[in-house]
Nanobody, 126 residues
Framework: DVQLQASGGGLAQAGGSLRLSCTASGVAFDDYAIGWFRQAPGKPREGVACTGGSDGITYYADSVKGRFTIATDVAKTTMYLQMNSLKPEDTGVYYC???????????????????WGQGTLVTVSS
């Protein structure tokens, strides 16, 4: 498993932006599939943005398409989730996740991942 440390959550107004970061300890994401998930109170954890390690194919939940972007830094030790045009329904705890995978392709379900960051709270006010 890889150690992940998430940061960047906070309070934003509707229409605003936030960027979440997630840094891996000791590894690069070249051979990992990565993703961001969120969990709102009383709801299951859902995949928001997920991408494979080698082919660049990315999944975005319909609710965030065109507003959120998943990316990594050049060294591929930090993943980001850029969130624009935030809505109150984006409120929740956001988690970064990774799984060792050299085959490419993304994994959109939380059960597919074995390494998780600690979660960071995003609150969007109307």
């Amino acid at each position: 498993d890889v150690q992940l440390q998430a940061s960047g959550g906070g309070l934003a107004q509707a229409g605003g932006s936030l960027r979440l970061s997630c840094t891996a300890s000791g590894v690069a994401f070249d051979d990992y599939a990565i993703g961001w998930f969120r969990q709102a109170p009383g709801k299951p954890r859902e995949g928001v943005a997920c991408t494979g390690g080698s082919d660049g194919i990315t999944y975005y939940a319909d609710s965030v398409k065109g507003r959120f972007t998943i990316a990594t830094d050049v060294a591929k030790t930090t993943m980001y989730l850029q969130m624009n045009s935030l809505k109150p329904e984006d409120t929740g705890v956001y988690y970064c996740a990774a799984r060792d995978d050299r085959g490419g392709g993304y994994f959109r379900y939380s059960s597919d991942y074995d390494s998780w960051g600690q979660g960071t709270l995003v609150t969007v006010s109307s």
